[in-house]
């Protein structure tokens, strides 16, 4: 970006991009936490079950209430880092201006659904916490405590999007080509 772009950008859009990045970061870094604790979790299964013939009860619960975690917590830095499914073999065909307008639209689509998602999984998590609910596992873990990661990545997955959102509307507008003026003198 140049110094007339970053004269044109306002200044709180760098505020949003730190943010977000930071926020991201964490949840990325929590995610890997819980895909280690996942990969020793299942090979300590597979040792006891396999070599000693004493599997655990509570190995398989475990792994799933973490990959809930994971799954949730990946979704904003998915999206922020491009690693979400896209295809760009239409999309590489287009003007610029065109790919400004579908990169634009298909951000605006992405927080619909994101917002859409989010209110889907707030509903059972109010519920879970009003109630209280225990799985019906060996182990009694409240549903509030699996719960809760939902609302809380979707809502990062729907800010990220916003952010992104605002991102490409003033960092890839200059891509847009501007009509040509005919000279008709």
Request: glycine share 2%; net charge positive.
């Given at each position: 970006m140049n110094n007339i772009d970053a004269k044109m950008e306002p200044k709180f859009i760098g505020v949003l991009e730190r943010s977000m990045k930071k926020i991201n970061s964490i949840f990325i870094a929590l995610a890997a936490i819980m895909i280690i604790l996942l990969v020793i979790i299942i090979v300590q299964e597979v040792i006891r079950r396999y070599f000693f013939n004493e599997p655990t009860t509570w190995a398989l619960d475990i792994s799933r209430f973490l990959l809930v975690y994971v799954f949730f917590l990946s979704l904003a830095p998915a999206l922020q880092s491009g690693a979400h499914v896209s295809t760009d073999m239409v999309t590489s065909k287009l003007s610029p201006?065109?790919?400004?307008?579908?990169?634009?639209?298909?951000?605006?689509?992405?927080?619909?659904?994101?917002?859409?998602?989010?209110?889907?999984?707030?509903?059972?998590?109010?519920?879970?916490?009003?109630?209280?609910?225990?799985?019906?596992?060996?182990?009694?873990?409240?549903?509030?405590?699996?719960?809760?990661?939902?609302?809380?990545?979707?809502?990062?997955?729907?800010?990220t999007s916003l952010i992104c959102l605002i991102l490409t509307f003033y960092r890839e507008r200059n891509v847009v080509e501007k009509p040509q003026h005919i000279n008709l003198d």
């Amino acid at each position: 970006m140049n110094n007339i772009d970053a004269k044109m950008e306002p200044k709180f859009i760098g505020v949003l991009e730190r943010s977000m990045k930071k926020i991201n970061s964490i949840f990325i870094a929590l995610a890997a936490i819980m895909i280690i604790l996942l990969v020793i979790i299942i090979v300590q299964e597979v040792i006891r079950r396999y070599f000693f013939n004493e599997p655990t009860t509570w190995a398989l619960d475990i792994s799933r209430f973490l990959l809930v975690y994971v799954f949730f917590l990946s979704l904003a830095p998915a999206l922020q880092s491009g690693a979400h499914v896209s295809t760009d073999m239409v999309t590489s065909k287009l003007s610029p201006t065109m790919q400004w307008i579908c990169k634009q639209i298909a951000y605006g689509l992405t927080i619909i659904y994101g917002i859409i998602l989010f209110w889907q999984v707030l509903m059972p998590t109010i519920q879970v916490f009003a109630n209280n609910s225990i799985f019906p596992i060996v182990i009694e873990v409240p549903m509030k405590y699996v719960y809760v990661i939902a609302p809380i990545g979707t809502a990062q997955f729907v800010i990220t999007s916003l952010i992104c959102l605002i991102l490409t509307f003033y960092r890839e507008r200059n891509v847009v080509e501007k009509p040509q003026h005919i000279n008709l003198d």
